[in-house]
């Protein structure tokens, strides 16, 4: 006899437990370029209550302000969360700031664009510092027993 999968719930979390996305690097910068949504892979990491994101976006392509979505959802047991971040950001250029140790949660000092490995390097490897204005998240859970 097989056991019947268990029922999960969508809970809907506050800005300050959405922020919390330890445990997942990866994400996916949202925009619109030409009247066209556009997402991109990223890799991110907190810098003094901003989010660093790295990815392959032209930097002309990204608007002023810009949405971040990460998920961490388990395949087994489809429980996790997802969170989305909105606001503005700013093109990291200056290479002096991209070269520096920065105090990077977790990440001991090192330089942005080595703790934050991108898949490609060229012109279209963006790193962008994004100041939250909008949080919003889920967390799937297992539903209680009744």
Known sequence: MSTPPASLRMVEVSGAEALW???SSLGRLVYTQRDQTVVRPGRHTWEFGR????TPAPVAAVPATTT???DEI???GGTGRTVTLSG???VITDPDETALPH???GMG???IQRTLAGWTHGPHDTLLR???KTVTGIRLARAEAR
């Open 68 to 70: 971040y979505h990460v």
């Open 103 to 105: 105090c990077l949660k």
């Open 88 to 90: 503005p950001v700013d």
């Open 74 to 76: 388990r395949a087994v």
């Open 130 to 132: 994004l100041r939250p």
């Open 21 to 23: 996305l330890e445990g």
């Open 109 to 111: 000092g090192a330089p």
């Open 51 to 54: 989010l660093v994101v790295r």
